[in-house]
């Protein structure tokens, strides 16, 4: 069953047309991250979300916000995509515990969602 | 910032044999992972690792903390192994949440 569920598996939306991507989670983990993947590169880190605690990497465009409404889902909003922005977007979850204790767990991922820009 | 270097890039192999993907890191870390993605997309975790050997079914991690280096090696290969393998890194101390550094990604042909 999986455990880590990305909707819609593709999307295209209009250049400069808002888009929501979303991602839901059976696992309880109170980590979730998103990932944009553009071709034949290596997966790059957007953002994360720490519980409610919202974690934005320096050099992600303005351009992508993220909302955490619970702990299972977690959406990826592109307020006015461009033709760039067109890449895979993947979910990833963790569980993790307060600093001192070994409480990394493995990651687990969604399937992605696959945008294009047109 | 984390650099991580995979090699090799291409790996074009025959079914059966015994393949090694190699994974580099320059700063210490708390995790190394190796994922497995098809095409289409999907990330698929092999192993975690913070020291020493991991094996499952086929696959074998092994990850050598002072050198910085960690393998991936596959027995008795078979052409349903066919993936783009990832290294990726968590920087840091163990209790952190930072996101993964991934590597380039080994692409992994098995051939019949």
């Known amino acids: 069953d999986a455990m880590v569920i990305q909707n819609p598996r593709y999307q295209v939306t209009q250049f400069g047309k808002p888009v929501t991507l979303s991602c839901s989670q059976t696992l309880n983990h109170n980590v979730m991250y998103w990932y944009q993947q553009k071709s034949s590169q290596a997966p790059k880190l957007l953002f994360h979300y720490y519980d409610k605690d919202f974690n934005n990497e320096a050099d992600t465009p303005d351009n992508f916000q993220s909302r955490r409404p619970n702990t299972s889902f977690c959406f990826l909003d592109i307020r006015s995509p461009g033709l760039g922005d067109a890449a895979m977007y993947l979910c990833a979850t963790s569980r993790h515990r307060v600093s001192g204790t070994r409480g990394n767990t493995e990651a687990f991922f969604g399937q992605g969602t696959r945008l294009t820009v047109v | 910032k984390n650099e991580v270097e995979q090699s090799p890039q291409n790996l074009t192999a025959q079914e059966g044999e015994f393949i090694t993907i190699n994974c580099s890191y320059s700063v210490g870390i708390s995790a190394l992972h190796w994922l497995q993605q098809h095409p289409g997309g999907g990330i698929v975790s092999l192993f975690m690792?913070?020291?020493g050997k991991k094996k499952h079914g086929r696959l074998i991690a092994t990850i050598n903390i002072q050198e910085k280096h960690s393998s991936l090696h596959i027995t008795a290969s078979h052409p349903r192994d066919s993936a783009v393998y990832i290294c990726?890194?968590?920087?840091?101390?163990?209790?952190?949440?930072?996101?993964?550094?991934f590597g380039k990604g080994t692409h992994l042909i098995i051939q019949p």
């Open positions: 990726a890194v968590r920087s840091g101390s163990g209790g952190g949440a930072d996101g993964l550094t």
């Open positions: 690792l913070s020291s």
